[in-house]
């Protein structure tokens, strides 16, 4: 168990120190009578692990239901890609 600080945990998951203390779905810790924020460094991992398969699990439904087509797995960059739903804007000429 490696506990972080929110500057910390804040430079780990790569967000900022502010969205990081106000997003209450973090796992968190605080002492009693303290201002000071800790995180464990095992549950931030999971947590992320969580939100990825989250993700995954929405992209696999639209794939299954032939709404995207399947995903080909990594790019030349090596980044994956998410087929995104078009977006409507209501003038036509941003369409």
Do not use: C
Not at 38 to 64: I, P
Request: no cysteine.
């Amino acid at each position: 168990m490696k506990l972080l600080t929110l500057p910390e945990a804040a430079k780990y998951l790569g967000m900022s120190r502010s969205n990081l203390y106000q997003r209450k779905d973090i796992p968190r810790y605080r002492r009693p009578g303290s201002r000071v924020v800790l995180f464990d460094q095992e549950e931030l991992e999971a947590w992320l692990m969580q939100g990825r398969l989250a993700v995954e699990g929405v992209v696999r439904k639209k794939v299954l239901a032939g709404h995207e087509p399947p995903l080909t797995g990594e790019s030349s960059k090596g980044v994956l890609e998410i087929p995104r739903d078009p977006v409507y804007h209501r003038d036509a000429r941003y369409r």
